[in-house]
């Protein structure tokens, strides 16, 4: 178990970035309640520029939303129940200006979808190892659209008897991020 | 009350940006929770580019964080009970290349604070309208390191009786942000 300096919400402690995931298919209710978490993030001037572009292992699609990804990521990702690519529309529909939080904004709302994906159990990795042209032109984004990473996401496997336990990531002490008044590092 | 399309934790579905702050202060204790909560975000290469400089209403730097904001927000800013930083580091401590997810990074974890705040009934507010050259400099940063977006924080102010309510952000349909296989909207 994760040790916080400070107490935090439970939900935040224990979401972890897992690879081990089963074959077990999600249910639209779920992938849908996972979009529904990332509807409410904030955003600047509330515009909401996060897009997501989904495959299911079904799809005639999938192959090729796979071959986005990295050798090293394929081997685990063969077994996700879906592959999402999350979009941000870089500029602001209020006046076309070009919007600089809109990554920023998008990763509020994938922090969202691994929030709840965490609570409900399911295995959820953010993905940055992709060929990104090849992305843009795969879900077909027009000017002003920029992928931002990729998800996998599926049932976390829960037969591991024969397998290491998955490496924890370690944080930074809180002392090598927060400063009073200076950055100071 | 909020009403989502599919269900979700109750965290999610509650946060919401509030300007409305009393002048209470929150304790030492309250505030280095929030930070924790940021600390156990996901990152790329977990990297954490997060850092976070704060100021607090006695400091005498006070008047200077400020200063940094816009007219607008500082109507009601002048009574929360911190004002943060928010600063991405652009490049890998792994090899000193370009994070290109920087600033994504720092959008979760500055999620997070906003759910950590939400959970124990404290105003949060992300601000954009900030004067970025002078924030840089205000907190010293050095090259390689990039303001992102300051924080507003206090308690939530509680006697609203004379008050209208605060107006709630709309959001998006999930069709509007979500499609399947291609980009579709």
Redesign the interface.
């Known amino acids: 178990m994760?040790q916080?300096?400070?107490?935090?919400?439970e939900?935040?402690?224990n979401?972890?970035?897992s690879r081990r995931m089963s074959d077990q298919p999600i249910t639209q209710?779920e992938l849908?309640?996972l979009?529904?978490?990332?509807?409410?993030?904030?955003s600047?001037y509330?515009e909401?520029p996060?897009?997501?572009?989904?495959?299911?292992p079904g799809?005639?699609?999938w192959q090729d939303y796979f071959n986005l990804l990295t050798e090293n990521n394929q081997a685990w990702v063969s077994k996700a129940a879906t592959l999402v690519v999350a979009?941000s529309k870089q500029f602001y529909e209020r006046d076309h200006s070009a919007n600089a939080?809109a990554?920023?904004?998008?990763?509020?709302?994938?922090?969202?979808i691994?929030?709840?994906a965490g609570?409900r159990g399911l295995a959820f990795h953010?993905l940055?190892g992709i060929d990104y042209a090849k992305a843009t032109e795969q879900?077909?984004?027009?000017e002003g659209?920029k992928v931002?990473?990729m998800l996998a996401i599926g049932h976390l496997r829960v037969d591991v008897s024969n397998e290491e336990p998955e490496k924890q990531?370690?944080?930074?002490a809180?002392a090598e991020?927060?400063?009073?008044?200076?950055?100071?590092?």
């Open positions: 994760r916080s300096e400070y107490p935090i919400q939900l935040l402690l979401r972890w970035s209710a849908m309640s979009f529904e978490a990332a509807r409410w993030a904030p600047s509330n909401q996060w897009r997501f572009i989904y495959a299911l799809d005639d699609c979009v939080a990554g920023f904004d998008v990763g509020a709302a994938v922090e969202n691994a929030l709840e609570a953010v940055g879900v077909g984004l027009p659209y931002e990473v990531t370690e944080r930074k809180l991020i927060i400063a009073a008044k200076k950055f100071n590092f």
